[in-house]
Structure formats: structure tokens, C-alpha cells
């Protein structure tokens, strides 16, 4: 399955490059976007399953064929805040260690380190507050991952985020 995914995704990177070279590309009666973008939307969709589900081989293959790692998706969400959201600590992990950029914000704001406090995911947590990443930002509800940690009775996170912000 995993070989035929990475085949598909292989046949749909070349035939997505042969559309953007074309200018007369097709447009898609249903959503208006060319052929070409509503592949590559498809695409993107196996991406983000694949951080949902812990599949760190495919997300690795996805990465490896050119998709940007930090798409993304309709929602606002990288597969990194994903893949934390579902606490799949091997695709946070994975995606880390191929660039994934920890600092981005969703449409709300919220970072990956606010969707670890908002599931109580403890050790993603611990991993994504020893990253570069500022722990002050605050989202567009003008909270900081604090006051998020503080919201929702995450007890350990906010005593991680304090240990964090003494030093």
C-alpha cells in the first residue's frame, strides 16, 4: 500500500509540474481551480492523513518528492500541528527532524505547542518548548502558551513553561 501511495504521489509530482508549465491549464468546473492545483489539493489531503495517523514512513516520502513540509491544509493547519493535535509523538518527532517549522501559527494564532496543551500532550509539549520558538506569543484571543496551559488545567505544562521562562 505504502509502495503504491508513493507511486501515485510520484506520477501525481510529474503531472503536476507538466500542468504548471502549461499556461492553458484546465479549469475545474466544480471548484476553479486548475486540474493541476485541485491534484496537488488531493495530494496535500494524503499528507496531513499521514501526520493524523503516525505514518512517519509516508510523511518522510512526501517530504523527500518536494511537498513542502510546512503546508497547509484548508484549515490553516501544518501537518506538524497535526500530527500534535493527535498525539503522534513519531510524526512530531519525524517532521522536526526533517525542518518542520514548530513557530508557525494556525488561522486562530495557535501554535503546535498550544495544540499539545489544549490535548495534554505532556511530552510533545516538553520536546516543542525546547525548540526556538517564542513561549510569549500570544494568538488572536490574546493568550500566550501560559495561559493556554493555565485554561485548560494543564498543571505540568505550566510548570514546564515556567522552568522554560526562568532560564
Do not use: W
Request: charged letters at 20%; hydrophobic letters at 40%.
Amino acid at each position: 500500500m505504502r509502495t503504491l501511495l508513493f507511486l501515485v504521489l510520484i506520477t501525481l509530482s510529474l503531472t503536476i509540474q507538466a500542468f504548471e508549465k502549461d499556461t492553458s491549464t484546465a479549469i475545474s468546473k466544480d471548484t476553479g481551480h486548475s486540474i493541476a492545483q485541485q491534484q496537488y489539493n488531493d495530494l496535500l489531503a494524503y499528507y496531513f492523513a499521514a501526520a493524523r495517523t503516525d505514518d512517519t514512513e509516508i510523511i518522510k516520502k512526501f517530504v523527500n518528492a518536494g511537498v513542502p513540509i510546512d503546508s497547509y491544509n484548508e484549515k490553516g493547519y501544518t501537518a506538524l500541528m497535526i500530527a500534535t493535535y493527535h498525539g503522534n509523538k513519531g510524526s512530531v518527532t519525524a517532521l522536526l527532524s526533517l525542518g518542520a517549522n514548530a513557530c508557525l501559527e494556525d488561522n486562530r494564532g495557535n501554535t503546535a505547542l498550544m495544540a499539545a496543551i489544549f490535548r495534554g500532550e505532556f511530552s510533545i509539549a516538553k520536546t516543542l518548548v525546547s525548540l526556538d520558538c517564542d513561549n510569549d506569543h500570544q494568538n488572536k484571543a490574546g493568550q500566550t502558551a501560559e495561559q493556554f496551559a493555565q485554561t485548560f488545567g494543564q498543571q505540568k505544562i505550566l510548570a514546564l513553561l515556567s522552568q522554560v521562562s526562568v532560564k
